[in-house]
């Protein structure tokens, strides 16, 4: 088939949600950090004037990204992955601890933050690997190496940001996809379920209930399949793990961690102060009401009230000043942007291309959804940022190279054959 541009194939309704995202996003983040008295002089030092050179870096970035040939990110994968695990092992040497964490790099003023790079790099791996006809996600073999891409990159950051270190975690997704049996989820979701279970109720309780529902299971099954030393190591296992979730909890976890799942889990806390973020939070939002104060006008946001407005809780600024009509045209600016992404990523005729959609789209998901949910207190406040919307020039850039690279890969579809 004859070569055809990249211009001509492009899909604009992608880079039209986009844009609307950093547009709205970078009029939040100039009202949660704008002087209350108004603006003398555009302050560039300032994070809505920095911000504002960020998206500007960015426009220069979206270019190069689609004039590249769509090959290269296929063929350069292994080497973008092997740079990012450096990038994230030089922090315990080279990093820039800020609030307790080392997740950065400092140049000058500004600040580099390798897990959001490493995230694009480990989307381009898992997609390379798994592109192979001869791949099976049904060996095992397959299974352990398509979790180990994941693995890697979430144990180098998992001791200084556990929060981002999810977020490689739901790649599971993809995987899933491509013919991962559910059964690796649905492990993850019941580990997941007894720690949180382990923390509310008494561990004695729920070994009781396990024990129940393994000798049930053990009965109701036939003789001839019925297997004692199975089922003893099954509930042996989850024992040991529910009797070692409160060990975790308190020792494992950092002070801080504890904490943000305290007020998750509504125990007792000082809204002075571990419970302060979220109590601010919920005010905000609670006093948009249905249209908002308007713009500049949210007394919350302007008065500084709700710690780190401008990053991890930038949302409420949005339900504050624009309310709940105005919330929602955001979230469905981003529910669309990430439906047409996947709508998109089936009509990809490379395998490459579809695999590296659909980790997208588990990227952009994690981090709409915890983000909200954590402003809105029925997430853990984790420290993940709401993409394209948050602060920050690594963040911005990181979800500008996912989405483009895509959208590349998308408008070269037409010449695969």
């Given at each position: 088939?004859?070569?055809q541009?990249?211009?001509a194939?492009?899909?604009?309704l992608?880079?039209?949600?986009?844009?609307a995202?950093v547009?709205?996003?970078?009029l939040?983040?100039?009202?949660?950090?704008?002087?209350v008295e108004g603006?003398?002089e555009?302050?560039?030092?300032?994070?809505y004037?920095?911000?504002?050179?960020?998206?500007?870096?960015?426009l220069?970035?979206?270019?190069?990204l689609l004039?590249l040939d769509?090959k290269?990110?296929?063929?350069?994968?292994?080497i973008?992955?092997?740079?990012?695990l450096l990038?994230?092992?030089?922090?315990?040497?080279?990093?820039?601890?800020?609030?307790g964490?080392?997740?950065?790099?400092?140049?000058?003023?500004?600040?580099?933050?390798?897990s959001?790079?490493?995230k694009?790099a480990?989307?381009?791996?898992?997609?390379?690997?798994l592109?192979?006809?001869?791949?099976?996600l049904?060996?095992f073999?397959t299974?352990i190496k398509?979790l180990?891409i994941?693995?890697?990159?979430m144990?180098?950051i998992l001791?200084?940001?556990p929060?981002?270190?999810?977020v490689?975690?739901?790649?599971?997704?993809?995987?899933?996809?491509?013919?991962l049996?559910?059964?690796y989820i649905?492990?993850g979701?019941?580990?997941?379920?007894l720690?949180?279970?382990?923390?509310?109720?008494?561990?004695?309780?729920?070994?009781?209930g396990?024990?129940l529902?393994?000798?049930?299971?053990?009965?109701?099954?036939?003789?001839?399949?019925?297997?004692?030393?199975?089922?003893?190591?099954?509930?042996?296992?989850?024992?040991?793990?529910?009797?070692?979730?409160?060990?975790?909890?308190?020792?494992?976890?950092?002070?801080?961690?504890?904490d943000?799942?305290?007020?998750?889990?509504?125990?007792?806390?000082d809204?002075?102060?571990?419970?302060y973020?979220?109590?601010q939070?919920?005010?905000a939002i609670?006093?948009?009401?249905l249209?908002g104060?308007g713009?500049l006008?949210g007394?919350?946001t302007?008065?500084?009230?709700?710690?780190?407005?401008?990053?991890d809780?930038?949302?409420?600024?949005?339900?504050e000043?624009?309310?709940?009509?105005?919330?929602?045209?955001?979230?469905?600016?981003?529910?669309?942007?990430?439906?047409?992404i996947?709508?998109?990523?089936?009509?990809q005729?490379?395998?490459?291309?579809?695999i590296?959609?659909?980790g997208?789209?588990?990227?952009?998901?994690?981090?709409?959804?915890?983000?909200?949910?954590?402003?809105?207190g029925?997430?853990?406040?984790?420290?993940?940022?709401l993409?394209?919307f948050?602060?920050g020039?690594?963040?911005?850039w990181?979800?500008?190279l996912?989405?483009?690279?895509?959208?590349?890969?998308d408008?070269n579809?037409?010449?695969?054959w």
């Amino acid at each position: 088939m004859r070569s055809q541009s990249t211009i001509a194939n492009i899909d604009w309704l992608t880079i039209f949600l986009y844009m609307a995202l950093v547009v709205m996003g970078w009029l939040n983040i100039f009202s949660a950090s704008s002087p209350v008295e108004g603006i003398t002089e555009f302050d560039f030092s300032a994070e809505y004037g920095k911000q504002l050179m960020f998206i500007g870096l960015s426009l220069f970035l979206i270019v190069f990204l689609l004039s590249l040939d769509a090959k290269i990110y296929e063929k350069f994968s292994g080497i973008f992955y092997i740079i990012a695990l450096l990038s994230l092992a030089g922090l315990f040497v080279f990093g820039k601890t800020v609030n307790g964490q080392t997740n950065w790099y400092g140049i000058g003023s500004f600040s580099i933050q390798p897990s959001e790079f490493a995230k694009v790099a480990t989307v381009l791996a898992l997609a390379k690997f798994l592109e192979s006809p001869q791949i099976n996600l049904k060996e095992f073999a397959t299974q352990i190496k398509a979790l180990s891409i994941l693995g890697l990159p979430m144990l180098l950051i998992l001791p200084n940001d556990p929060g981002s270190a999810l977020v490689f975690m739901f790649l599971i997704f993809a995987l899933y996809r491509e013919g991962l049996p559910f059964i690796y989820i649905l492990i993850g979701a019941v580990v997941l379920g007894l720690f949180v279970l382990a923390l509310i109720v008494d561990s004695t309780y729920i070994i009781g209930g396990v024990f129940l529902l393994v000798a049930l299971h053990y009965f109701r099954t036939k003789k001839v399949h019925r297997n004692i030393i199975a089922s003893s190591i099954v509930f042996v296992g989850i024992s040991l793990f529910v009797f070692s979730s409160s060990y975790i909890f308190e020792n494992v976890l950092q002070p801080h961690h504890r904490d943000r799942i305290n007020v998750l889990l509504d125990k007792e806390v000082d809204t002075k102060k571990e419970g302060y973020n979220l109590n601010q939070s919920k005010i905000a939002i609670g006093s948009g009401g249905l249209f908002g104060k308007g713009f500049l006008e949210g007394t919350q946001t302007k008065g500084n009230f709700v710690p780190e407005q401008h990053t991890d809780f930038i949302f409420t600024t949005v339900a504050e000043e624009w309310g709940f009509m105005g919330s929602l045209v955001v979230i469905l600016c981003f529910v669309g942007l990430m439906f047409r992404i996947l709508v998109l990523a089936e009509k990809q005729r490379s395998k490459f291309s579809r695999i590296y959609g659909y980790g997208v789209v588990c990227i952009l998901f994690i981090h709409f959804f915890a983000n909200i949910g954590m402003v809105l207190g029925i997430f853990p406040t984790i420290g993940i940022p709401l993409p394209l919307f948050s602060y920050g020039g690594s963040g911005l850039w990181a979800y500008t190279l996912l989405i483009f690279i895509f959208i590349k890969l998308d408008a070269n579809k037409v010449n695969e054959w």
